[in-house]
T-cell receptor, first 116, second 118 residues
Framework: AQSVSQHNHHVILSEAASLELGCNYSYGGTVNLFWYVQYPGQHLQLLLKYFSGDPLVKGIKGFEAEFIKSKFSFNLRKPSVQWSDTAEYFCAVTPYSGAGSYQLTFGKGTKLSVIP | DAGVIQSPRHEVTEMGQEVTLRCKPISGHNSLFWYRQTMMRGLELLIYFNNNVPIDDSGMPEDRFSAKMPNASFSTLKIQPSEPRDSAVYFC????????????????FGPGTRLTVL
């Protein structure tokens, strides 16, 4: 079974600061990787996803993530955060294919607070 | 498309009462998922349906929980009897992916139902 580890429980940044949220996964095979965002009181929305190809993935709202296979990592980055980025961010993984590929395993989430 | 629709958005009930949560997936999506989100355990998959058939219910906590999908456009998650430890946000998600047909696609989440059991 796969697992996902998000290193930071709560990150506090000032506006315009750069952001990097760590995500490491544990799985022996090929994976699909996702970052979801949950704004206060709202449902999860997809920020970006990696299935194959260029390991640097660009998502919505200026976010990007880099898949480093050798490190089993898929860190989320944004060069300059805004107050509106205050939310909880979830990394998730599924096996690339096969019977278990529906199994979206989430990390515990990282809360981001951006101070104006 | 309206996205995944869940009702009710908030539910407050007393211990021992029956609770029914409802979900309407995105039209045309073959897969439907029920998740539970708590502070302690994060997001947990409860059950997964594909083409209205339960494929994996290993995440259902105990017999008090049951889920049905009578047709492609409707699913319910029932808790009977409810207990305070069931208090959580319950999310429904759907996906256009087909079980056993290669790589899975992203899941689209509903707004969730916040359940409080007193």
């Amino acid at each position: 079974a796969q697992s996902v580890s998000q290193h930071n429980h709560h990150v506090i940044l000032s506006e315009a600061a750069s952001l990097e949220l760590g995500c490491n996964y544990s799985y022996g095979g090929t994976v699909n990787l996702f970052w979801y965002v949950q704004y206060p009181g709202q449902h999860l929305q997809l920020l970006l996803k990696y299935f194959s190809g260029d390991p640097l993935v660009k998502g919505i709202k200026g976010f990007e993530a880099e898949f480093i296979k050798s490190k089993f990592s898929f860190n989320l980055r944004k060069p300059s955060v805004q107050w509106s980025d205050t939310a909880e961010y979830f990394c998730a993984v599924t096996p690339y294919s096969g019977a278990g590929s529906y199994q979206l395993t989430f990390g515990k989430g990282t809360k981001l607070s951006v101070i104006p | 498309d309206a996205g995944v629709i869940q009702s009710p958005r908030h539910e407050v009930t007393e211990m021992g009462q029956e609770v029914t949560l409802r979900c309407k997936p995105i039209s045309g999506h073959n897969s439907l998922f029920w998740y539970r989100q708590t502070m302690m355990r994060g997001l947990e998959l409860l059950i997964y349906f594909n083409n209205n058939v339960p494929i994996d219910d290993s995440g259902m906590p105990e017999d008090r929980f049951s889920a049905k999908m009578p047709n492609a456009s409707f699913s319910t998650l029932k808790i009977q009897p409810s207990e305070p430890r069931d208090s959580a946000v319950y999310f429904c998600a759907s996906s256009p992916s087909r079980y056993g047909r290669g790589s899975f696609n992203e899941q689209f989440f509903g707004p969730g139902t916040r359940l409080t059991v007193l």
